[in-house]
C-alpha cells in the first residue's frame, strides 16, 4: 500500500473558506484503503506544531474513506490513541 499523501496542513489556510476550497479542489486518487497507516500518519505527522498545531485550540480529527476495511481491531486501537492524544 501506498503511505498517505498528505494534501496540505492546516496551517496553509487562515480561514475556513480558503480550507474548505481546498478540500473541494482535491482529486480522488482511487487505490487501497490503510486506514490504520492514515490515522497513524495523522497522529505523527500532521497533528504537530510544525504542521499548524495551535496547543490553545482544540483538536478535531475528521476521517473520510471509500472502502472497508481489514483491519477493524487496528482502526480501533489507532483511533483510541488518538483519542487520547487530543484529549490531552
Known amino acids: 500500500m501506498e503511505p498517505a499523501d498528505q494534501q496540505f496542513d492546516l496551517k496553509d489556510y487562515s480561514t475556513v473558506e480558503d480550507v474548505q476550497a481546498a478540500i473541494g479542489d482535491l482529486d480522488y486518487k482511487g487505490g487501497d484503503t ?13 497533528l ?31 483511533c483510541k490513541l488518538i483519542k487520547n492524544f487530543l484529549s490531552k
Do not use: I, K
Open 34 to 46: 490503510d486506514p490504520v497507516g492514515v490515522l497513524n500518519y495523522v497522529r505523527t505527522n500532521m
Open 48 to 78: 504537530t506544531l510544525a504542521a499548524g498545531d495551535r496547543p490553545d485550540v482544540r483538536n478535531v480529527v475528521v476521517f473520510l474513506t471509500d472502502g472497508g476495511s481489514t483491519e477493524s481491531p487496528q482502526v480501533c486501537t489507532m
